[in-house]
Each structure stands twice: as structure tokens, then as C-alpha cells.
């Protein structure tokens, strides 16, 4: 593990250390730069935040204007054609509002893409003995259309009427920290205290969860009244675990920690817009997303087997009463989401 004085040397200032020329420079830059970054973060969040607003009010928009012109299309289909003896589907909605007609019971197998943001949030290091410190406010990328992109995959299934529903849902999102951004930490490292300003990279060699951030969530859904025929809003609330693969080092650790982890419960919350045309479904989706997080610091690379293989790991250590040999990372990530994509319909 690294000394104190070896922190020092890498550029974080300690209360009470002797500081260098070069690590007065340090100093001086980081809080300089404390000073310039929160105006430079919140405009980068609105920044991302506008982008994923636009982007789906975007898509909301082309999806109501083709619901339209399907809409048209079909009444004008129905002018033009004598009503017969056998329409039993006419008979049954004649004289009905169109927000009252009843969907089927059915699955739905589903992929989306999307863009995430997520908040900065406080970032604990425990390990007993050697350090304890609290990084505040660490800003989180997503880069969700760099490999491996943000992707999500669902299993939906319809019951009764189709009003109400349940969902499996999947989603692959990332979280990385830019070790270059100048933040503030609290607590213990080495034994000496420490609060002061200073680059992310003079405490972590490594902070993400790019493999990534994954939540695997069950669902409870509920369809809205219809916009039009083949357009259908819905919500839905659900929880989950989180299963990321964490690439996590703390500056002296010896080795990083590179696998598939558990590492709590997570919760969503989610509004959208579903286009029917024959077996197919579009949808344009927002979700929130709260994910706790706690994960052990290992200095393991990942099993050759992969995630199954990873958390059977894992549950041996736990099993074992085996604490991690490095301690933890604590977090939470809570996330807003824009989503888009495409079902495939299952009849009953």
C-alpha cells in the first residue's frame, strides 16, 4: 500500500505533509481548476441531459405522425368498404371510444438502444487499516454509442385484456470515471487525514463500471388509455439487482479489480410509447433508474467462464466468510434514460 508520503508525491496534498515546489503547482492548478469545474460540469450536464430530451421528443413526434397517417389510412380503407354480416370485430367496437377497445393477451420479445445520464454522486474507499476517504461528487460517462454501446433487451408478457403486463428487462449501460476531473475527498488515507482538492487519478488508477453497468429488473406494467388505434402509452415500476463488471484499482493497490460482480439493488421507474403495425412494436421510452452499489475490491481478473462464472466466485466468498482482500467501493448510480426500440408480438 502506498505511504502518505507517496500520495503526496503523485499530487493529492495531506493536512499536515511538507509540500514541494511541485506539489505547491499541483496544488495551486487543482484548486484552480476546483474553481472552474463545477460551471464547466453543469454545463456539460445540460448539455447531455438536452441531448437525450431532444432526442426523444424527436422520436415521440415521428412516431405520433405515422400513428396518424395509418390512422387516416385505415379509416379511409373502411369508407371504401362494405360493411359485411361476418365483421364480428366491427360489431363488437362500433359506437365505442377507441381508448375504450381492449388489447389481447400476448408476449412481446424486445431490443432497445438509448442514451443514459447519471449523476455525479460521493464515491467511498474502505479498507481496514489503511485507508477510509470519501471522493465527493464524482462525474460519471456514459459513452453509450462507443463499444460496448448502451443496449437493453426485454421479455414482456400481456395478460388478460392487455391492459396490465409484466416485464423482464435487461439493460447494458456504462459508467466511467474521468480520472483527469478535480475533486474533493475526505477521511484517511495512509492513517494522516485528508480534505482538500486534488485530481481523481492521485486516488484511483481506475474507476468504472464499463462492461458495464448492468441491471437485470422484473416489472410490473400498465397500459394508458389509447392516443390513437396502433398507439398506446404505458408506465411501469420495477427492481432488481445490479450485475456490473467492475474495473476498479486504488492508487498502491498492487493489482485492479476486473470482474462481474453483485453489488446491490436497484429500482426503476419508466413512461412510454408503444407503435403497433401487424406483429411488430416500436417504442420510445424514458426510465429513471437508482442503483446502490457496493463492490468488493477483489484484485481479481474476471473467470474464463465469464459472468456465471464470476458470481459463483463470488458466492464462495461469501460463503466462506472471506472478506476482499483490497475492501470496498460504495456508490450509488441513478440514471435518467432515453430509450428507443423494436418487439417482436406473440399472440396469447
Given at each position: 500500500m502506498a505511504t502518505p508520503s507517496s500520495l503526496m508525491w503523485v499530487g493529492w496534498p495531506c493536512d499536515g505533509g511538507i509540500m514541494t515546489d511541485s506539489l505547491a503547482s499541483t496544488t495551486s492548478t487543482a484548486h484552480t481548476t476546483s474553481a472552474l469545474w463545477p460551471a464547466y460540469g453543469t454545463d456539460r450536464r445540460s448539455s447531455h441531459w438536452d441531448l437525450v430530451c431532444r432526442s426523444l421528443a424527436a422520436a415521440t413526434i415521428c412516431f405520433s405522425l405515422a400513428a396518424d397517417v395509418l390512422h387516416v389510412n385505415t379509416d379511409d380503407a373502411?369508407?371504401?368498404?362494405?360493411?359485411?354480416?361476418?365483421?364480428?370485430?366491427?360489431?363488437?367496437?362500433?359506437?365505442?371510444?377507441?381508448?375504450?377497445?381492449?388489447?389481447?393477451?400476448?408476449?412481446?420479445?424486445?431490443?432497445?438502444?438509448?442514451?443514459?445520464?447519471?449523476?455525479?454522486?460521493?464515491?467511498?474507499?474502505?479498507?481496514?487499516?489503511?485507508?477510509?476517504?470519501?471522493?465527493?461528487?464524482?462525474?460519471?460517462?456514459?459513452?453509450?454509442?462507443?463499444?460496448?454501446?448502451?443496449?437493453?433487451?426485454?421479455?414482456?408478457?400481456?395478460?388478460?385484456?392487455?391492459?396490465?403486463?409484466?416485464m423482464l428487462d435487461f439493460t447494458h449501460s456504462k459508467t466511467i470515471a474521468d480520472l483527469k476531473q478535480t475533486v474533493k475527498a475526505t477521511g484517511q488515507i495512509g492513517g494522516q487525514p485528508v480534505s482538500s482538492n486534488g485530481p481523481l487519478s492521485a486516488l484511483f488508477e481506475r474507476l468504472e463500471f464499463s462492461h458495464g453497468h448492468n441491471m437485470l429488473s422484473v416489472n410490473g406494467l400498465m397500459r394508458l388509455g389509447a392516443i390513437s388505434r396502433n398507439v398506446w402509452p404505458y408506465v411501469g415500476?420495477?427492481?432488481?439487482?445490479?450485475?456490473?463488471?467492475?474495473?476498479?484499482?486504488?492508487?498502491?493497490?498492487?493489482?485492479?479489480?476486473?470482474?462481474?460482480?453483485?453489488?446491490?439493488?436497484?429500482?426503476?421507474?419508466?413512461?412510454?410509447?408503444?407503435?403497433?403495425?401487424?406483429?411488430?412494436?416500436?417504442?420510445?421510452?424514458?426510465?429513471?433508474?437508482?442503483?446502490?452499489?457496493?463492490?468488493?475490491?477483489?484484485?481479481?481478473?474476471?473467470?474464463?467462464?465469464?459472468?456465471?462464472?464470476?458470481?459463483?466466485?463470488?458466492?464462495q466468498r461469501w460463503s466462506s466468510g472471506t472478506e476482499p482482500p483490497d475492501g470496498w467501493v460504495k456508490t450509488n448510480l441513478?440514471?435518467?434514460?432515453?430509450?428507443?426500440?423494436?418487439?417482436?408480438?406473440?399472440?396469447?
Amino acid at each position: 500500500m502506498a505511504t502518505p508520503s507517496s500520495l503526496m508525491w503523485v499530487g493529492w496534498p495531506c493536512d499536515g505533509g511538507i509540500m514541494t515546489d511541485s506539489l505547491a503547482s499541483t496544488t495551486s492548478t487543482a484548486h484552480t481548476t476546483s474553481a472552474l469545474w463545477p460551471a464547466y460540469g453543469t454545463d456539460r450536464r445540460s448539455s447531455h441531459w438536452d441531448l437525450v430530451c431532444r432526442s426523444l421528443a424527436a422520436a415521440t413526434i415521428c412516431f405520433s405522425l405515422a400513428a396518424d397517417v395509418l390512422h387516416v389510412n385505415t379509416d379511409d380503407a373502411s369508407a371504401d368498404t362494405a360493411p359485411t354480416a361476418t365483421d364480428t370485430t366491427d360489431q363488437k367496437t362500433a359506437g365505442r371510444d377507441i381508448k375504450d377497445i381492449p388489447l389481447t393477451r400476448e408476449w412481446m420479445i424486445a431490443g432497445y438502444g438509448g442514451a443514459p445520464y447519471t449523476y455525479p454522486s460521493d464515491v467511498t474507499a474502505t479498507q481496514p487499516g489503511v485507508h477510509d476517504f470519501t471522493v465527493e461528487d464524482v462525474a460519471w460517462d456514459a459513452k453509450p454509442f462507443k463499444s460496448p454501446i448502451y443496449y437493453g433487451a426485454r421479455v414482456i408478457r400481456w395478460a388478460g385484456e392487455g391492459r396490465f403486463g409484466s416485464m423482464l428487462d435487461f439493460t447494458h449501460s456504462k459508467t466511467i470515471a474521468d480520472l483527469k476531473q478535480t475533486v474533493k475527498a475526505t477521511g484517511q488515507i495512509g492513517g494522516q487525514p485528508v480534505s482538500s482538492n486534488g485530481p481523481l487519478s492521485a486516488l484511483f488508477e481506475r474507476l468504472e463500471f464499463s462492461h458495464g453497468h448492468n441491471m437485470l429488473s422484473v416489472n410490473g406494467l400498465m397500459r394508458l388509455g389509447a392516443i390513437s388505434r396502433n398507439v398506446w402509452p404505458y408506465v411501469g415500476l420495477g427492481a432488481g439487482v445490479n450485475l456490473p463488471h467492475s474495473e476498479v484499482q486504488v492508487q498502491g493497490d498492487a493489482n485492479r479489480s476486473y470482474e462481474y460482480q453483485y453489488t446491490g439493488p436497484m429500482a426503476q421507474g419508466l413512461v412510454g410509447i408503444e407503435l403497433r403495425i401487424a406483429k411488430v412494436s416500436y417504442f420510445v421510452e424514458y426510465k429513471f433508474t437508482l442503483a446502490r452499489y457496493l463492490a468488493p475490491l477483489t484484485s481479481q481478473d474476471g473467470t474464463e467462464i465469464g459472468l456465471f462464472g464470476d458470481l459463483y466466485r463470488q458466492f464462495q466468498r461469501w460463503s466462506s466468510g472471506t472478506e476482499p482482500p483490497d475492501g470496498w467501493v460504495k456508490t450509488n448510480l441513478n440514471s435518467h434514460n432515453a430509450i428507443a426500440g423494436i418487439g417482436v408480438r406473440i399472440d396469447k
